[in-house]
């Protein structure tokens, strides 16, 4: 069974900075693709950015492109997938979740439902 761990979540003024790590156990790290979403309250859960299972290739949503950047660390002791975020604004509050799915090549998923274990969400709080 896949376990993931969120942390790095909190409260930021507009323009600031965070960065958000998941650490995964149970299974081999570099087996899985990864994502991060997030969900605002009254919204839909949404792609933010995702990494494949090398760290060769990513993807950003729009929103957040320029701004944030997901890598990861495949190393044994750390198994951790990042989400750097910088600039942040107002409209970036959320509960933020790391998502994992088994894969292989250059593949990453932006739809929620690809995706197989996810994390318990971490709450990014941006004030004007």
């Known amino acids: 069974q896949v376990q993931l761990v969120e942390f790095g979540g909190g409260l930021v003024q507009t323009g600031g900075s965070l960065r958000l790590s998941c650490v995964v156990s149970g299974r081999t790290f570099s087996d899985y693709a990864m994502g991060w979403f997030r969900q605002a309250p009254g919204k839909e859960r949404e792609f933010v950015a995702a990494?494949?299972?090398?760290?060769?290739?990513?993807?950003?949503a729009d929103s957040v492109k320029g701004r944030f950047t997901i890598f990861r660390d495949n190393a044994k002791q750390k198994n951790t997938v990042y989400l750097e975020m910088n600039s942040l604004k107002p409209e970036d509050t959320a509960v933020y979740y790391c998502?994992?799915?088994?894969?292989?090549?250059?593949?990453?998923?932006?739809?929620?439902?690809?995706?197989?274990?996810w994390g318990q969400g971490t709450q990014v709080t941006v004030s004007l």
């Open positions: 998502a994992a799915r088994e894969t292989s090549g250059r593949s990453y998923y932006t739809i929620p439902r690809y995706y197989d274990y």
């Open positions: 990494i494949n299972w090398s760290g060769d290739s990513t993807s950003q």
